[in-house]
């Protein structure tokens, strides 16, 4: 076969980002689910704004309180069986919730399923840390998030379309069917080393090796939490992330019934505009992780991770700001997606320092930092009906995200991604 009719094939390497999109599009079509059915949740359990936040709140807290040691078990099991296991116990319970009976158990069971969903990232940032060259990280990492800002935009008509439709516990049923599915296609076409693959050319396994990545060798000891509290890399990857979440858990919880409300709109309008946001995060992935990855392979890798980051966290800000000023839902709308563009602008910078700084532990370091975002979600998910109803205003919260986000602008300056969270020094 002469080289003129040898037939292309996409590198085993950017499927893998393919399929980690469609990971991102399960992921937060399972998350925001419980937003497009608050109407009849709600109504089913006697619930107010306050205690549907406890429900949203039991979702990030167990996802935050388990990101570290889901790392950690990424570090050591490889993505492969850890993957599969994230993914079949979310989906498990993410049927389950169906199956609530009480508020009590309502809460229960979205708080497991955040213990199930948190180590997907992390798992993911160390699958990418032995697949993909250093160059092409950023991207990389951008177009596997936008794939949860993607889910999360056709989640909301389309999730409410079927709750109207079927039922909410029906739903939730069969979304946690389809998690099952993802699960076992993985685990048969995954492996943690490139070299495994049996569809990994010669010529690729070169371009992967050369680029920087590491062979999936498992830790062979843990990060200690010694050398994560030391290092002024994580403390400022965790502070940043914190504000990050903080503005974009509004748009992926309380925004569609905030417009509902607000607006008087039928589920399906809301579930639109409430979309916006969501689809201008996919573009900020994608926007900030090509700055990454070009600015990185012109040589200026400190600036590669600082500017995407600072640049986004001022447009968030102005953003939030912005919106305060408008009555109309759709002018609100788009203030508000401009304020999430910019949030996940800074998102690729923020993953590609974790596998900077993490190297071998990327898993646990990028867990540690999602714990902190996380952190940030569950105070969001308490913060607005609490700051409402103490202030009868939803000014106040913009306000608040507003100025974390400025804040975290002046954090980005001491970021240092030549220093690991293991060295001594840092």
Known sequence: MTPATVPFTVPVRYRLIAVSFSLSMLLYIDRVAISTAKGPITTAFDLDDTSFGWVLSAFALGYALCQTPAGALADRWGARVMLTAV??????????????????????????????????????????????????????????????????????????WFVTAVGWRQAFVWLGAAGIAWALAWYAWFRDSPAEHPHVSAAELHVIRAGGSAPATTSLHPLRVSSILRSMNMWILMSQYFALNFTFFFCLTWLFPHLQRTYHLEALQTGLLASAPLLGGAVGNWV?????????????????R???????????????????????????????????FGADLALPASWALCIDIGRAHTGIVAGTMNM????????????????????????????????????????WLGVDPARPVSDSRD
């Not at 708080?111 to 969903?117: A, I, M, S």
């Not at 996380?374 to 205003?393: C, D, E, Q, R």
């Open 306 to 340: 600082r500017l995407p980051a600072m640049l986004g966290f001022v447009l968030s800000a102005t953003g939030l700001l912005a919106s305060l000023a408008f009555n109309d839902p759709i002018a609100v709308v788009l203030c508000l997606t401009l304020a999430v």
């Open 288 to 304: 900030g992780g090509a700055l990454v990855d070009r600015l990185y392979r012109s040589g200026r890798v400190v600036l590669s």
């Open 87 to 160: 993914v079949t116990v979310w989906s498990l319970f993410t049927g389950l919730t169906g199956l609530a009976w009480s508020f009590g158990s309502l809460l229960a069971l979205r708080f497991l399923f955040g213990v199930g969903e948190a180590g997907a990232y992390p798992t993911l940032a160390r699958a990418f840390y032995s697949w993909l060259p250093a160059g092409e990280r950023g991207l990389a990492q951008g177009i596997n998030v936008s794939g949860s800002r993607i889910g999360a935009a056709l989640a909301l008509p389309a999730v409410a």
């Open 372 to 411: 902190a975002g996380n952190i940030g979600a569950f105070v969001t998910s308490l913060a607005f009906p609490y700051l409402l109803l103490l202030t009868g205003s939803t000014s106040p919260f913009f306000v608040v995200g507003a100025v974390l986000n400025l804040a975290s602008v002046g954090l």
